[in-house]
Structure formats: C-alpha cells, structure tokens
C-alpha cells in the first residue's frame, strides 16, 4: 500500500531549492539517518534540476511504500511535464544513482515517471497508514523556508561531507605510511629468510658432498683391508702347514726318540700352528665373502638332511653331560632354495658357540615355516650377552670380555652373517645375560 506524504510543483529554478529542503524533512520525519537525509536531498535536487532544464519540471509525490522484500522504504516519485526523451531518464552523473537504494524511470497510470527509494531503518518502527496522516499533517503545516535558508543549510552540509573527506584522507595517509612500513619490515624479513635459506642449503650441499667423499674412503678402506687379510692369510698358511708338518715328525715314532720334556714342547707347537691355521683359514672365508667372491650354489636344500648330518657330527662337540644338544625335526615340507654347504657352515658355527657357552642346559636347533620365509634358531641356556654388546660381536675379532679362556677368534658371527646376506636372509640376536641366548636365521624360502 503506497502512502502519500507530500505534493510539490517543480517549475521554476528556485523550486528546485524547495524540493531539495522538503526532501529532507520527509527523510527525517520517516526516520531515515542523518546521512541518508542528505543523501536523499541531494539525489533529488540533481534530478529535479535535470527535469527543470530537459522537460520544463515535473510534479514531485513523496510516499511511503514496500520493497519487494517487505521492507520500508521512501518513494519519490517525479512525473516531468513533458515526455522524457526515448521515455528514458539517466542521471548525468553515475554517482546519483548510488545516493539512492534505487533509481529508475517507471510507467504510473500510461504516464513515465522517474522514481527513486531509499529503505527506511526497522529501528525507524512500522508507519502505519494512521502514522502517515500525522505526517501528512505536519508536512503540510511546515512553512517552506526560503531559497536562502535552504543554501544556508546546504553550506552546512557540505562543509561538514568536506570535514568528513578530509579527516578520511588523514587516516588513509596514516594506514599508507604504515602499510608501507610493514611492507618494508615484511621485505626484510622476506631477504633474511631467503639469505638464511640459502646458507643452509650451501651447508647441506657441502656436507653432503663430505658425506660422499666419507663413503667412497671407506669402501675403499674396506676393500683394501678385505685384499690385506686374504693375501696375509694365504701368506701365512704355507709356513703354518710346514711347521704343523715338522712337529709331527719330530713326535714320529720312526724319528730320533725325543726327551719327555721335548716332546711336551713339541705337542705345544703343533697345538699352538694348529690353531693359528684354524685363524687363517677363517681369516681367509671372511675375506673371501667380503670381496663377493663367494657364489652360492643354488639347488633345492632338504631341512632334515641338514639337520641329520648336524646332529650327528655336533654330538662329539657336546661332550659336557650337563648340557643336551636337541636338533628338532623340521615339519614337513622341509625344502628351501638355498646353498647347502654355506648353511650349514651358518647353523654348525652357531650350534658350536652355544655349546661352547653353555655349562648346562640345551642347546637347541628348531626350524618353522611361516608363510615364505623359514626361521631357524639356535637356542642356549648358557651365558648370554649383555644387550649391549648384541651387535658387538658381529664385529670381527670381538669378544665378550671374559670369554676369551673357551679359545675362538672373534671372526665366526661376522662370516656366519655375511653368509646368510649372501643367502637372502638376516641372522640376529635376542639373549637374556645368565639365562640364555637365540640366534635367529630368517631366510626366503624360494632363495635370494
Ligand atoms: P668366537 O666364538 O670365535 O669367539 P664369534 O664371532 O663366534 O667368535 O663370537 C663372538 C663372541 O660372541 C664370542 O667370543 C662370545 O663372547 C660371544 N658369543 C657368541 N655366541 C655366544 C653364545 N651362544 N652365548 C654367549 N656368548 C656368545
């Protein structure tokens, strides 16, 4: 429902004045903001003068009326005095339409009118048609100032717009200055970081460059120790032989008869080349494997033969009655794909340590299939290892300290580990000290 509030003539210059002042007393007495009075007031006093020179003026009808939403809003309409030009109206400046919520030219009873609305606050309450009378009323009343007053309080206006444009360019200049000094503050930060980066970066190069120049020594430092212990190894092994040899015909029946104390000496010599050929050949395996220079033979291994044949020749090494050798039997099918000497050189060398380590108990080999893979452990109940040094003596030439009076090298848990990476496999070490030890042997079953 549209509600009349005010009629107005727009026909001389100074009527523009009047439809301008009057426009923002309606503004006000609806309850629109102060800044949208003179919003309002202004967009009207531009139309109207364009209506006064392009069509001779227009009659001016301020109502009250709903948007399409519902909403309050006040409606001016301006119906000129002669047809609009192509029944079209556009503001000469774009920026009149934007004082307003709309501005547009519509047709009322055949006639072309230009009308614009601005939306009335809710704070504003709901006018109702008896609300609208009074305002009628009081409008009407109102005695229209003069043209003189109306630019009085246009002055007013738009000295304070003026103060408002200029207390927003200060603070524009000041958010600037500091827009710029945190740009500049970000930018140096921004230089750090990418400095600090790129130091970095030449760090991690260097030392990676270190690293590789690390590695290369050190296989080369492998490899030449590696060709050392062979060549030693083989060296040694012709004058150890010879020595071993001489000594036994020294103790030969059919040589000269020697003195008790002689042939003491004489057995004392062939023990002692004895085991260092025992060291030299053992040397020369782990060099040997090492280098790469062991080829396992591939062939599908039976578990039980293996197993069998340890059995039978470990039962001479158990000579202690307190302690059992038990070698399980594998559950069938006991095959893998594997090299048949180099495991069971694996499994007899960790058979042999337990028994060596071990004052009573068992000593015990097991074989299981899970899934693809067979384990194979050796388990004693002997001295153990202290956690450690459980990869310690996978080192060459370690020891436990004090395990040395059982005799060894120091070179079996290296080479029976070497021997099982050849094969595909891992061999390590779970041991509880004073309770025991399991050396574990993990191999694929269908081989590396
Ligand atoms: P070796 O037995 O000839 O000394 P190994 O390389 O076979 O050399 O073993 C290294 C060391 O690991 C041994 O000297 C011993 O101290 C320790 N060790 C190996 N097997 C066992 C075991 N079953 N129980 C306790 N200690 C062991």
Avoid: C
């Avoid at 190894?233 to 008790?260: F, M, Y």
């Avoid at 062939?299 to 399980?328: I, Y």
């Avoid at 050189?345 to 380590?357: D, P, S, T, Y």
């Amino acid at each position: 429902m549209t509600e009349p509030l005010l009629h107005l003539a727009l026909r001389v210059e100074q009527d523009i004045f009047l439809v301008r002042q009057r426009g923002r007393e309606v503004a006000a007495a609806v309850g629109l903001e102060h800044q949208d009075q003179v919003r309002i007031a202004t967009a009207l006093s531009e139309v109207a003068r364009e209506l006064l020179h392009g069509v001779d003026g227009a009659d001016v009808t301020f109502a009250l009326d709903r948007d399409a939403a519902g909403r309050q809003v006040l409606q001016v309409d301006l119906a000129p005095l002669r047809p609009l030009p192509g029944e079209r109206y556009e503001p000469q400046s774009g920026a009149v339409a934007r004082l307003v919520d709309t501005l547009r030219v519509v047709a009322v009873e055949g006639d072309t009118v230009v009308r614009m609305s601005r939306r009335v606050p809710d704070h504003a309450g709901e006018l109702t048609a008896e609300r609208a009378a009074e305002l009628r009323a009081e409008l009407a009343e109102r005695a229209p100032g003069s043209a003189l007053d109306e630019l009085a309080a246009q002055n007013a206006q738009l000295i304070a717009a003026l103060d408002e444009v200029r207390s927003q360019r200060d603070e524009l200049a000041v958010l600037n200055s500091e827009l710029q000094e945190t740009n500049r503050g970000v930018m140096a930060l921004y230089n750090q970081l990418t400095e600090e980066l790129e130091e970095t970066n030449r760090g991690v190069v260097a030392l990676y460059a270190e690293l590789d120049e690390k590695s290369a020594q050190l296989r080369a430092a492998s490899e030449s120790k590696s060709r050392f212990l062979a060549n030693v190894s083989h060296e040694l092994r012709a004058p150890v032989t010879a020595i071993i040899g001489l000594a036994r015909l020294l103790a030969d029946s059919a040589s000269d008869p020697l003195t008790g104390e002689q042939a003491r000496q004489v057995g004392l010599i062939r023990s002692s080349a004895g085991d260092l050929l025992g060291l030299v050949n053992e040397l020369l395996d782990l060099a040997k494997a090492e280098s790469g220079r062991i080829e396992p033979d591939w062939s599908d291994v039976d578990l039980r033969a293996v197993f069998g044949q340890l059995r039978g020749t470990l039962r001479a090494l158990a000579s202690r009655p307190e302690v059992e050798l038990v070698v399980e039997e594998p559950p069938a099918p006991a095959t893998l794909r594997s090299d048949e000497v180099l495991l069971a050189q694996v499994l007899r060398n960790l058979l042999h340590n337990g028994l060596k380590f071990t004052e009573r108990g068992e000593v015990r080999l097991r074989a299981e299939r899970r899934g693809e893979q067979w384990t194979l452990s050796v388990t004693d109940t002997g001295v153990g290892i202290p956690p450690e040094l459980r990869e310690r003596v996978f080192e060459e030439f370690y020891q436990v300290p004090g395990t040395t009076r059982v005799g060894g090298t120091g070179l079996g848990l290296p080479y029976a580990r070497r021997l099982v990476t050849l094969l595909g496999g891992t061999l390590e070490l779970t041991s509880e000290p004073g309770r025991g030890s399991t050396f574990t042997v993990v191999l694929p079953a269908g081989g590396a």
